[in-house]
């Protein structure tokens, strides 16, 4: 039976970073458009986290019975490691959803956009449906452009709309930024599974691009973010604050492109991770010394 310890290592923390930026774009941006419920925002964040914790469990139970998670470098998987039942991962993945969907429910009550609803039935449907079922789209490598709709636009306009009725460019500019970074850690750590991915028949866009032109997206991607945060300069110059997050992304590029053991960019998981958080913050810290 798992411990108390090993089921947190499986709710994969260092991805909720992930998570929680785009809530909190989407609330600095709210904030600029000069609406800002609290209440909204933290319902936001737990619909955000709660899905995260359930797909991070949904991916556990899927690769652990196809066995895909036998053998890899990263990590601790419960299913794969034998240390928990296939059937509690499962249980524990539909909790974590079940609640998400409580929470979002919740949220649609208070802003009263209910055609969030199918924007929330969809994005839990995406959250199981990334290596569960039949066709799973993880492994056809489509996992990257679902990662970016929902960490991306969906959740960063999703909890703008929510607050403030309507959203802005630097709303929209900034759910691409943190989509991007999001795309970043996903091809972080399938760059370190290519090999294991491949022997399984598990196709994602870093085995379809191969490993070199894979650790070159993701500088890009680390990168872009930021030079699109430059359109806002004119406007809102306090957004330059996001340039201060220029060398905490020099150690995790000079890993992604120079690291050749598989176990050296473990850690690139958990920097990208802070990296997106930082963003987030830096761009909510602008939308707010703009408006004052």
Request: cysteine-free; aromatic content about 8%; proline content about 4%.
């Amino acid at each position: 039976m798992a411990t108390v310890g090993q089921w947190i290592a499986g709710a994969r923390l260092r991805t909720l970073p992930m998570a929680i930026a785009p809530v909190i774009i989407g609330t600095g941006a709210a904030y600029d458009l000069g609406a800002l419920h609290w209440g909204r925002a933290v319902l936001a964040a737990l619909v955000a986290l709660l899905l995260q914790i359930g797909v991070n469990y949904a991916n556990d139970y899927s690769d652990g019975i196809r066995g895909t998670d036998e053998v890899r470098v990263g990590p601790l998987r419960l299913v794969g490691s034998g240390v928990a039942k296939a059937s509690h991962v499962k249980m524990a993945a539909f909790a974590a959803l079940g609640l998400a969907m409580v929470a979002g429910l919740a949220l649609v009550l208070l802003s009263q956009a209910w055609w969030l609803l199918l924007v929330g039935a969809g994005a839990v449907l995406a959250a199981w449906g990334y290596t569960g079922g039949k066709n799973p789209y993880g492994y056809m490598g489509l996992g990257d452009v679902f990662v970016f709709i929902f960490f991306g636009p969906v959740a960063t306009l999703g909890t703008t709309f929510t607050q403030a009725g309507q959203v802005s460019t630097a709303a929209v500019l900034g759910s691409i930024g943190t989509g991007l970074i999001a795309v970043a850690l996903l091809m972080a750590n399938n760059v370190r599974d290519i090999p294991t991915d491949t022997e399984v028949g598990k196709r994602t866009l870093a085995v379809r691009l191969g490993d070199k032109n894979a650790r070159l997206s993701y500088v890009v991607m680390l990168v872009l973010p930021l030079v699109l945060m430059m359109i806002l300069v004119p406007a809102k110059p306090w957004i330059l604050l996001v340039l201060l997050l220029l060398p905490f992304m020099l150690m995790p590029s000079w890993l992604m492109l120079k690291g050749k053991k598989r176990k050296s960019l473990i850690p690139v998981l958990q920097q990208t991770g802070l990296i997106n958080l930082g963003f987030s913050v830096l761009f909510a810290a602008a939308m707010m010394l703009t408006a004052l």
